[in-house]
């Protein structure tokens, strides 16, 4: 019996479309061969073509260069001789262009050195990036490499998923059952009252009193819960009304119109760091909006992008170790100090998260090996020492550094003595004869000088003299 499906592959044996090209769908395309074309024809020989050109009329073309030998190559001088002064010349010249390359050879030679190290730097060679990881190899034991595990399948080919099946439970089958029938009959106490009954006490009315009695028990719950301390007995609770109501100012509640406010905020902010991502107010804006919409993750992250796209920007890094936790404030701050390593207040914010004065003392004598001329930085640290011998020797060196400080040389002489004091004011004036508040502790120091009774009784004793 023959079968009516037709053959599958009947297009083999049909001819090809004209415009058809083999492979074209994989992105190959249509070439010719000679045997498509035919055989070559030959031009005309040179005979047929002078032939032409002499009825024509025309010259025939003559190419010099075609009888020119091009092993044997002449110059304007080819013909001329050459002497024994034309050797000489050429021995000068010669000299000449050496010694002219080796006045530029050591500098041309370290050019290409350093261009060379700059591009080996910026593109090593992969066995420069693994030489260490080789050398790692030859520690490696026979059981470590057993141990190692096989790699697998990590294509981004699009895999099969694999089916999986459950068991129907019965309630479904069952429901699925009774939805296709139909009642045909009445329930009997339908028939006999004519319809179902709404189960109803005698009070149906609302009872506006035992609502009230309910709202205030959940209200006292609610206060229990707020304030932290149990209640005593009934309706009567020990809560504070003083820490409750203080309390409530820390709960931060929000309406539908701060909430649409925030939105608005969001997709203002979210503009503005898109078109504009260097703009360092903008990243900050953004987190504290997060942070008020008490989303501290979102923050952090918003913060982060704001560090990275503004890495000279001061601000961004105090804003982003003040949202995160000590710990990871001291490691954000010591990444700042890397991008903007002369900002005094990066550098404050890093020693107040210190909680040791050995730390406080650390940090703040490592920021004044970055800032040296830092008059808030020198005050800081003098303000950590305890003892007034370290303070001096902190101050000497301060004023050596920034010799125009009035603030230092005021608060140095301070520490001295009397007769050192003076001395430091005179250094003082002399780097700074504009200030009027030196001469007035120049002299605050002689009145005080002149009304101490040990300076009295030695002048009056000078005075008197030594008695005959």
């Not at 990444?335 to 990066?346: E, P, T």
Request: with cysteine.
């Amino acid at each position: 019996m023959a079968s009516n499906k037709p053959n599958k592959l009947a297009f083999l044996s049909m001819p090809a479309p004209a415009s058809y090209v083999a492979g074209l769908g994989r992105g190959a395309s249509g070439f010719t061969t000679r045997s498509d074309i035919g055989p070559a024809r030959e031009g005309p020989s040179a005979e047929v073509v002078a032939e032409a050109q002499a009825r024509r009329g025309e010259e025939p073309d003559v190419d010099l260069a075609q009888f020119q030998d091009p092993d044997n190559e002449y110059g304007l001088f080819a013909g001329t001789t050459y002497e024994q002064d034309d050797e000489e010349a050429d021995k000068i010249y010669e000299l000449v262009d050496e010694a002219m390359d080796s006045r530029r050879r050591a500098r041309r030679e370290a050019a290409e050195r350093a261009q060379l190290q700059k591009l080996r730097a910026e593109r090593p060679k992969i066995q420069q990036q693994f030489a260490d990881l080789k050398r790692g190899l030859s520690v490696v034991t026979d059981e470590e490499w057993e141990n190692l595990p096989e790699v697998g399948n990590l294509t981004r080919k699009k895999r099969k998923k694999e089916e999986r099946s459950f068991v129907v439970p019965d309630s479904v089958i069952v429901g699925d059952r009774s939805k296709s029938e139909y009642d045909s009959a009445l329930d009997p106490r339908q028939q006999q009252a004519g319809g179902f009954e709404t189960p109803a006490d005698s009070g149906a009315l609302t009872n506006l009193v035992e609502i009230g009695q309910a709202r205030d028990k959940i209200l006292s719950l609610k206060l229990d819960q707020m304030s932290g301390i149990s209640s005593t007995s009934g309706t009567a609770t020990s809560v504070d009304p003083k820490g409750y109501l203080t309390s409530l100012d820390s709960v931060v509640i929000k309406s539908d119109a701060e909430i649409g406010d925030i939105k608005r905020a969001r997709m203002l902010f979210d503009s503005l760091v898109k078109s504009n991502p260097k703009h360092s107010p903008g990243w900050i804006a953004a987190a504290c909006l997060e942070e008020h919409a008490g989303k501290m993750v979102a923050a952090r992250k918003i913060i982060k992008q704001g560090c990275e796209m503004c890495p000279k920007s001061e601000d961004v890094w105090i804003e982003a170790a003040r949202l995160h936790n000590n710990e990871d404030a001291k490691v954000i701050l010591a990444n700042a100090v890397q991008h903007v390593g002369q900002s005094v207040n990066i550098w404050l914010k890093a020693a107040d998260l210190e909680h040791d004065v050995k730390a406080k003392k650390r940090v703040l004598r490592k920021a004044l090996e970055h800032i040296p001329n830092s008059v808030r930085l020198w005050k800081e640290t003098v303000n950590l020492e305890s003892s007034a011998v370290d303070a001096r020797i902190l101050l000497s060196r301060a004023v050596e550094v920034i010799p125009h400080s009035v603030e230092l040389w005021l608060a140095l002489s301070r520490l001295e003595t009397p007769d050192k004091a003076k001395a430091v004011l005179n250094k003082a004036r002399k780097s700074v004869p504009t200030s009027h508040e030196i001469w007035i502790a120049a002299g605050r120091l002689l009145e005080q000088e002149a009304s101490s009774p040990s300076k009295n009784a030695r002048t009056a004793k000078q005075r008197v003299g030594p008695r005959r």
